[in-house]
């Protein structure tokens, strides 16, 4: 049985285990989809991703994104997850950023100091949500409609609905109720009192993902999108830095930062599993 070179990272994190894990399989190119989602299904991770040689041109690698029930056009912890392993291998950029071909596009990542980060993606869409949406959100939620400061889609590639708490507190005792929305990905903020909460943070964030996976540790493409619509907005300062994973226990921080049009979003990456898959 041919085998694969194959890395768990942690993403978010530069402390092993208390990040978002991701596992990585190089050279997947000649893996069928049924293949890649039956792996997916079997690492059990919010995502598994597929290094393969870039169809692009203009890109320096190729990567297909899986959860365990279907392929992601983009994700933000697997961009960074996988742009490690593929510097961790030896390669090099043909230009001065790495450029990631995926679902979405080409997606552009730099090196942030001892960080990754990637230039977040336009969104697919935004605006108001729907008012019977949003009332369906509030009551899967648990909430009152006044604890929620403001709301907007926030697509780009999963299908964010993002809800903005008053406190951080609110956001940790949130308990979402499955059944009442089933399927609907929903992504909590709350700004960070200084005065009252302990945290190096501006800024809390949550992510309830569809039906299987409760709650995903620290999510990039969801702060990307929060990014775009909190700065554009002017609800949060061009540079701030996000925690999220403390509910579960974890220790995410995501690095938000604007530079002319762009909003980059950045985080440390450790290598936790260097071995093979047998495929």
């Given at each position: ?65 899986f959860t365990p029930e279907r392929e992601l056009p983009f994700a933000g912890h697997p961009t960074l997850g996988t742009c490690h392993v593929w510097l961790g291998l030896g390669n090099t950029p043909k230009g001065s950023e790495i450029v ?25 869409r935004s605006g108001p949500l729907e008012a019977e949406l949003l009332n369906r959100i509030t009551r899967a939620l648990a909430l009152d409609p006044s604890a929620i400061k403001a709301s907007q889609w926030v697509d780009n590639g999963p ?121």
């Amino acid at each position: 049985m041919p085998q694969l070179k194959f890395r768990q990272v942690d993403v978010f994190s530069a402390v092993p285990f208390r990040g978002n894990p991701l596992a990585v399989v190089v050279g997947a190119d000649d893996l069928a989809d049924t293949q890649m989602q039956r792996i997916a299904n079997w690492t059990n991770l919010s995502e598994t991703t597929f290094l393969c040689q870039p169809m692009d041109s203009n890109a320096d690698y190729r990567v297909r994104i899986f959860t365990p029930e279907r392929e992601l056009p983009f994700a933000g912890h697997p961009t960074l997850g996988t742009c490690h392993v593929w510097l961790g291998l030896g390669n090099t950029p043909k230009g001065s950023e790495i450029v990631q071909e995926c679902g979405a596009g080409l997606v552009r990542i730099k090196r942030d100091g001892p960080r990754l980060a990637f230039a977040a993606p336009p969104l697919r869409r935004s605006g108001p949500l729907e008012a019977e949406l949003l009332n369906r959100i509030t009551r899967a939620l648990a909430l009152d409609p006044s604890a929620i400061k403001a709301s907007q889609w926030v697509d780009n590639g999963p299908g964010w609905a993002g809800i903005l708490l008053a406190t951080r507190r609110e956001l940790l005792s949130v308990e979402r109720d499955y059944a009442a929305l089933p399927g609907q990905p929903i992504g909590l903020v709350a700004p960070c009192d200084p005065a009252h909460d302990d945290t190096d943070a501006q800024f809390e964030v949550r992510a309830f993902v569809g039906t299987r996976a409760a709650e995903d540790p620290v999510t990039g493409s969801l702060n990307a999108s929060l990014a775009q619509w909190l700065i554009g907005a002017g609800l949060a300062p061009e540079t701030y830095v996000a925690s999220q994973g403390t509910a579960l226990g974890r220790a995410g921080r995501i690095h938000v930062k604007r530079a002319g049009p762009d909003i980059w979003i950045g985080g440390h990456v450790v290598t936790c599993v260097d071995g093979a898959i047998a495929v």
